[in-house]
C-alpha cells in the first residue's frame, strides 16, 4: 500500500527511493498509531495489583505481583 507505488515512481531517482520509502512507512505507522490512540484512548489506567504481599529477597523489598509479572514474561 506504502511500499510499492513509491518503488514504481519514475519520477523518484533510485538512490533516493530508499529514503522515500523509509519516510512513507514511517509516516504510516504513526498515521496507525494515532488513528488507534484515537479509537480507544491512550490514557493509562492503574490496576490494583493481584498479590498484595511483598518478599525480601537480598535485603530489598519485592512485591510479590512484580515478581509474578517477571516469571510470566520469562515464560513466554
Known sequence: MVVRPIQNLAAI???E??????TGTLLWGI???QGMA?????NPI???PLLRSV????GV????NEIMI???CCGS
Open 46 to 48: 492503574t490496576m490494583q
Open 55 to 58: 518478599a525480601n529477597l537480598g
Open 38 to 42: 484515537y479509537l480507544f484512548t491512550d
Open 13 to 15: 531517482p533510485r538512490e
Open 61 to 64: 523489598r519485592v512485591p510479590y
Open 17 to 22: 527511493k530508499e529514503i522515500f520509502v523509509l
Open 70 to 72: 517477571a516469571m510470566v
Open 31 to 33: 498515521m496507525i498509531q
